[in-house]
């Protein structure tokens, strides 16, 4: 018929389509945005309910082999959520070895066991490896105990068999927590006091301004080591504070600087 297009037409059409798909694609995966992420579900939510006698746990956690003491002044907790990045990570440890900095990672164990390389050379260069479930899926508050267990468990062994030092604080994935759950839980959970939203904004300064405007002594942030913008606006960050006094530690520096008692079963920062 002579409205038909070419054979030859058809098949030139056909591959465009398929390779603005696959760019389209390429991009999505390159920003690494895999997490099914909302505002709700970042906001940390800690359920104050009295928890039964029974379910608290007293042994305190230990120090990571890696923890050095700092002088008193104005501490800030760096800490990175869901690496590690095979290709945002080894930017942001060279960065901070630059400058003698260190932050916690919470990491997740299918990316540990996937990149342990990137986790070893954190954690030599004395950064705390500490835990975020193994796979982001599910918030602890919905698992079976079983379930819970092995996603907090599991991990630490991951991290075990790679650092020699088992992890001693986990986050649950979207910050979602309540005393009765971590209660069953046999290290301390760690959340955090100021929230970048690296993760909805994507933009290194606006990640910046939000950790230098709201940075005080005992500020732990929350940052995402799969995003290249926020390891970005967490360098600029701390050329910024570091020049106004403040000190970058891990979480285990700075509940040691604090004198907090570090306690399985317990959520921090304490309300």
Same mark, same amino acid.
């Given at each position: 018929?002579?409205?038909?297009?070419?054979?030859?037409?058809?098949?030139?059409?056909?591959?465009?389509?398929?390779?603005?798909?696959?760019?389209?694609?390429?991009?999505?995966?390159?920003?690494?945005?895999?997490?099914?992420?909302?505002?709700?579900?970042?906001?940390?939510?800690?359920?104050?309910?009295?928890?039964?006698?029974?379910?608290?746990?007293? !042994? &305190?956690?230990?120090?990571?082999?890696?923890?050095?003491?700092?002088? $008193? =002044?104005?501490? @800030? +907790?760096?800490?990175?959520? %869901?690496?590690?990045?095979?290709?945002?990570?080894?930017?942001?440890?060279?960065?901070?070895?630059?400058?003698?900095?260190?932050?916690?990672?919470?990491?997740?164990?299918?990316? !540990? &066991?996937?990149?342990?390389?990137?986790?070893?050379?954190?954690?030599? $260069? =004395?950064?705390? @490896? +500490?835990?975020?479930?193994? %796979?982001?899926?599910?918030?602890?508050?919905?698992l079976?105990?079983?379930?819970?267990?092995?996603?907090?468990?599991?991990?630490?062994?991951?991290?075990?068999?790679?650092?020699?030092?088992?992890?001693?604080?986990?986050?649950?994935?979207?910050?979602?927590?309540?005393?009765?759950?971590? +209660?069953?839980?046999?290290?301390?959970?760690?959340?955090?006091?100021?929230?970048?939203?690296?993760?909805?904004?994507?933009?290194?300064?606006?990640?910046?301004?939000?950790?230098?405007?709201?940075?005080?002594?005992?500020?732990?942030?929350?940052?995402?080591?799969?995003?290249?913008?926020?390891?970005?606006?967490?360098?600029?960050?701390?050329?910024?504070?570091?020049?106004?006094?403040?000190?970058?530690?891990?979480?285990?520096q700075?509940?040691?600087?604090?004198?907090?008692?570090?306690?399985?079963?317990t959520?921090?920062?304490?309300?």
């Amino acid at each position: 018929m002579k409205n038909r297009l070419p054979d030859k037409k058809i098949a030139l059409l056909i591959i465009i389509v398929s390779l603005a798909f696959f760019l389209v694609m390429g991009n999505y995966l390159v920003g690494q945005s895999f997490l099914p992420y909302t505002q709700a579900d970042t906001e940390a939510k800690v359920d104050t309910t009295t928890r039964p006698k029974t379910e608290i746990k007293t !042994a &305190e956690a230990s120090l990571a082999k890696t923890t050095k003491q700092v002088s $008193d =002044g104005p501490l @800030i +907790a760096l800490t990175f959520d %869901d690496g590690p990045s095979k290709t945002v990570t080894p930017v942001l440890l060279n960065e901070l070895r630059k400058r003698g900095v260190v932050v916690t990672f919470f990491v997740l164990g299918n990316r !540990a &066991e996937k990149y342990s390389n990137i986790i070893l050379e954190a954690y030599q $260069d =004395g950064n705390q @490896i +500490a835990i975020h479930g193994y %796979d982001h899926k599910y918030k602890f508050t919905t698992l079976s105990d079983k379930d819970l267990l092995w996603q907090v468990d599991n991990t630490e062994d991951i991290v075990e068999n790679i650092t020699g030092q088992r992890p001693n604080a986990v986050r649950p994935p979207y910050g979602a927590i309540n005393i009765t759950t971590a +209660a069953k839980i046999d290290i301390p959970c760690v959340l955090w006091n100021v929230d970048t939203r690296d993760w909805a904004s994507r933009n290194a300064d606006k990640v910046a301004n939000h950790i230098v405007s709201h940075a005080k002594d005992g500020s732990i942030i929350l940052l995402h080591d799969t995003f290249s913008t926020s390891v970005l606006g967490a360098i600029k960050a701390i050329d910024i504070l570091s020049a106004k006094g403040y000190k970058f530690v891990t979480i285990d520096q700075l509940f040691a600087a604090e004198g907090v008692q570090f306690v399985s079963g317990t959520i921090y920062p304490e309300k």
